[in-house]
């Protein structure tokens, strides 16, 4: 997710006088009152968190469905955006019921582009999406066993932080490719340019543009729902472009294209706009079939990679938006976590498992539930109305069809800019974390891998830290996943060993 600073850097104090009375038992379950909040407050702070982090309704969509996997088959991009919505719904929802936290979750950026654009490309979406309901298991595993927070701890500071930047890189690479302002040279060198031969042509390019120029001012501006806004805005000015000009699409068959022509989607206006949803992804999803498949080692990997992606954003999210309440919000204890952490991590885990056997990728905690607090959000009641929001949403899955990557390319790119505001906290006068962060951030645009970047970043961590003698510093769980990284990058001079 996008990272934002919190809005206090001061750790809860004592109340100053003691909260109002439970009014009845709806209040008294959720704490309304205890939190100094009131139903008007929470509402308000639902729909400012939905209309924050709504954009991933369409964006989604538009990022598992530019994948294919090994036979070439994409994604239905309707069925992935009711999908999205429903699981969004039905786990915030279930996150204010038992952990009664203003912190809703979506499909996760970033854990999405790895499974289109790195594991869906070796096997088939079903097995792909098993892969993501294994990681699923097991991080619920971690968080009833403890061993979710060991792992956490286990992974430096700094280059939790690093994984962060590198994959915002990643998704603005994938924005800018999508999009046409980056294409291939074609060419050993230089590899890609601008547009074509270093020129911005057509008019898609030209939405592009404009319209992330419109988004960067909103963001500026601090206007809710600006990415949400920046992509409508992109689709509305595309669909009048077509009307005029007719540009039609980029591949019209295997023998010819446009290049001057929309990417993805031609926008032009649905026969319906509301549709009751087709849910046909649910359940799309095999267990096993990786395994069955000879590679192995590969599914491991890419588990690994899953649980290192997903794994970190939530613990860091909910005490964000835990201090974004401030210091009488009561959403943190004295110790700087918010009350039920087991509850708000065991839900986000299933969240997890729930978005593969969705076909809509992992689901996790999303940072912009803070604007939500900010608007006054304290309890699960906000949650009540994001998630609700959301089912709602549902029935209007047939909109993402007419979104060309021009205009949803748009919010990658500006996501992409505010994960890498994080980089400010890496230091980079120490080589020892600096030259391990470096690699995991360039590596991971520059190879279109996410896990090539987090396997370069620990190695080259564990590496360093036993030249320094420093080994004994390094936890055992980092020494294992710099190994297994080690065999995954080296597995072919070992097949070919082994034939």
Request: hydrophobic letters at 55%; zero cysteines; charged letters at 15%.
């Amino acid at each position: 997710m996008a990272h934002t600073e919190a809005a206090s850097d001061l750790p809860p104090g004592p109340d100053p006088e003691p909260p109002a009375p439970p009014r009845n038992g709806f209040d008294r379950y959720f704490e309304i009152s205890a939190r100094r909040s009131t139903l008007g407050r929470e509402i308000r702070g639902g729909l400012a968190t939905f209309f924050t982090m709504s954009y991933i309704v369409v964006l989604n969509p538009l990022i598992l469905g530019g994948g294919a996997d090994k036979n070439g088959a994409h994604l239905n991009m309707t069925q992935v955006a009711a999908a999205t919505a429903l699981v969004a719904g039905v786990m915030t929802i279930l996150m204010g019921v038992v952990a009664r936290f203003p912190l809703a979750l979506a499909a996760g950026l970033g854990v999405n582009a790895l499974v289109a654009y790195e594991i869906a490309p070796t096997m088939t979406w079903a097995d792909a999406m098993g892969l993501v309901v294994i990681e699923g298991v097991l991080i619920t595993i971690f968080v009833l066993t403890g061993l979710r927070e060991a792992l956490f701890r286990a992974v430096p500071a700094q280059l939790k932080i690093a994984i962060g930047v590198g994959i915002g890189l990643f998704l603005t690479m994938i924005g800018l490719v999508d999009a046409g302002f980056v294409r291939s040279t074609g060419t050993g060198a230089p590899p890609v340019q601008l547009g074509l031969g270093n020129r911005l042509v057509g008019w898609p390019s030209l939405v592009f543009v404009i319209a992330l120029l419109v988004t960067l001012v909103l963001v500026v501006r601090r206007v809710k729902g600006a990415i949400l806004l920046g992509i409508a805005f992109g689709t509305v000015l595309a669909v009048i472009v077509e009307a005029i000009v007719k540009i039609g699409p980029t591949f019209i068959s295997p023998e010819k294209t446009n290049p001057h022509g929309w990417n993805l989607n031609v926008p032009e206006l649905p026969d319906k706009i509301f549709d009751l949803p087709d849910l046909g992804l649910l359940g799309h999803f095999s267990v096993l079939g990786a395994w069955d498949s000879g590679v192995t080692l590969v599914a491991i990997m890419f588990v690994f990679t899953l649980l290192v992606t997903d794994f970190f954003d939530t613990m860091g999210t909910m005490v964000a938006v835990g201090y974004e309440a401030g210091p009488q919000g009561g959403l943190l204890n004295e110790d700087g976590t918010p009350p039920r952490t087991r509850e708000i991590l065991l839900v986000d885990s299933i969240a997890a498992a729930a978005g593969g056997a969705a076909s809509t990728s992992s689901n996790t905690s999303y940072i912009e539930s803070a604007s939500g607090v900010a608007e006054g959000a304290r309890t699960g009641v906000a949650n009540l109305v994001t998630g609700g929001l959301f089912l709602v949403a549902m029935f209007f899955a047939p909109i993402v069809e007419i979104v060309p990557f021009e205009a949803a390319s748009v919010a990658l790119v500006v996501v992409g800019f505010l994960m890498m505001t994080a980089v400010r906290s890496i230091d980079w006068t120490d080589y020892e974390i600096a030259i391990p962060a470096f690699l995991a951030i360039v590596l991971m645009p520059f190879t279109y891998s996410i896990s090539t970047g987090i396997g370069a970043g620990f190695i080259a961590y564990v590496l360093l830290q036993a030249v320094r003698g420093k080994a004994r510093r390094v936890s055992p769980l980092m020494w294992g996943a710099a190994a297994l990284f080690v065999i995954y990058f080296l597995r072919d001079p070992i097949e070919q060993l082994l034939s």
